[in-house]
T-cell receptor
Framework: ETGVTQSPTHLIKTRGQQVTLRCSSQSGHNTVSWYQQALGQGPQFIFQYYREEENGRGNFPPRFSGLQFPNYSSELNVNALELDDSALYLC??????????FGDGTRLSIL | AQSVTQLGSHVSVSEGALVLLRCNYSSSVPPYLFWYVQYPNQGLQLLLKYTTGATLVKGINGFEAEFKKSETSFHLTKPSAHMSDAAEYFCAVSDNTGNQFYFGTGTSLTVIP
């Protein structure tokens, strides 16, 4: 089975710019969650999408937004980038109440 | 509300020794509990999970964890450490909808030859 894939693997942006990160879910999974993992920290929940609708959101501002497509792939968009947005962004997919499967992440650096 | 506390941000053990990584949780509902491992520059890999039923859970690579409701703990153990076990370990809790995971801050395991 195909696992969770994320693109790009690394990205460098400057403050104020916008970024889009992409995630392809594992085959058969209809739920996708996004996490931000700052250096030396655990992942922090950003939001979850189920059947193209947002299904839960963590403590992140509205400039963090997402989309889920009919094929269950997903995008994370971040506007007005700040230095503190530098982190590893992880996507995880799941089906029903089964455990989440994680991708290897996108490392975002803000200069 | 749910949260996880991992005691000890760094743990060192000798190869062949017992591994014990501690996790305590807080949850207002019956929790689902998980342990994940993260190798450098990679995502998280599920080691084991507890949802309901047997409180001693066995996972991959010889790891196991025991859910103790009275102690609100879910400590991870392995009888004999291997060099390949060196990694970052995260404990996580969710409710039974799985809509949101709360992760601990992680424990870095070093295995000494």
């Amino acid at each position: 089975e195909t696992g969770v894939t994320q693109s790009p693997t690394h990205l460098i942006k400057t403050r104020g710019q916008q970024v889009t990160l992409r995630c392809s879910s594992q085959s058969g999974h209809n739920t996708v969650s996004w996490y931000q993992q700052a250096l030396g920290q655990g992942p922090q929940f950003i939001f979850q999408y189920y059947r193209e609708e947002e299904n839960g959101r963590g403590n992140f501002p509205p400039r963090f937004s997402g989309l889920q497509f009919p094929n269950y792939s997903s995008e994370l968009n971040v506007n007005a980038l700040e230095l503190d947005d530098s982190a590893l962004y992880l996507c995880a997919s799941s089906f029903l109440d089964q455990p989440q499967h994680f991708g290897d992440g996108t490392r975002l650096s803000i200069l | 509300a749910q949260s996880v506390t991992q005691l000890g941000s760094h743990v060192s053990v000798s190869e062949g020794a017992l591994v014990l990584l501690r996790c305590n949780y807080s949850s207002s509902v019956p929790p689902y509990l998980f342990w994940y491992v993260q190798y450098p520059n990679q995502g998280l890999q599920l080691l084991l999970k507890y949802t309901t039923g047997a409180t001693l859970v066995k996972g991959i690579n010889g790891f196991e964890a025991e859910f103790k409701k009275s102690e609100t703990s879910f400590h991870l153990t392995k009888p004999s450490a291997h060099m390949s076990d060196a990694a970052e370990y995260f404990c996580a809790v969710s409710d039974n909808t799985g809509n949101q995971f709360y992760f601990g801050t992680g424990t870095s395991l070093t295995v000494i030859p």
